[in-house]
């Protein structure tokens, strides 16, 4: 079994930024990606960005390129999402996610039903 706890979450404004970390226990070893989705009131969990457990290779949803950074701290198997220049469309709750699947690709890993662990998840929310 692998564990997460999502960090970081809170309210800023329009154009702040915010770092959101996940910590991951157990069996980590087994895990070949990671990945950030959302979920905005009254819309569909939706896939944010994802990593290589290796940290090497990163994904994005169109939303959020070249504005969130997805990376990976080796030592403390952390997965981090750098959210520079947030709009109040990033408003959601930010769950981290992971799976055992060194095979997968990322356009099937856009899909939640992708992944088998999930955290709690983390408020974000940016006030305009």
């Known amino acids: 079994q692998v564990q997460l706890v999502e960090s970081g979450g809170g309210l800023v404004q329009a154009g702040d930024s915010l770092r959101l970390s996940c910590a991951a226990s157990g069996r980590t070893f087994s895990i070949s990606h990671m990945a950030w989705f959302r979920q905005a009131p009254g819309k569909e969990r939706e896939f944010v960005a994802g990593?290589?457990?290796?940290?090497?290779?990163?994904y994005y949803a169109d939303s959020v390129k070249g504005r969130f950074s997805i990376s990976r701290d080796n030592a403390k198997e952390i997965v981090y999402l750098q959210m520079d220049s947030l709009k109040s469309e990033d408003t959601a709750i930010y769950y981290c996610a992971a799976v055992r699947n060194p095979y997968g690709n990322w356009p099937n890993f856009r899909l939640g039903s992708s992944w088998e662990y999930w955290g709690q998840g983390t408020q974000v929310t940016v006030s305009s």
């Open positions: 990593i290589t457990w290796s940290g090497v290779n990163g």
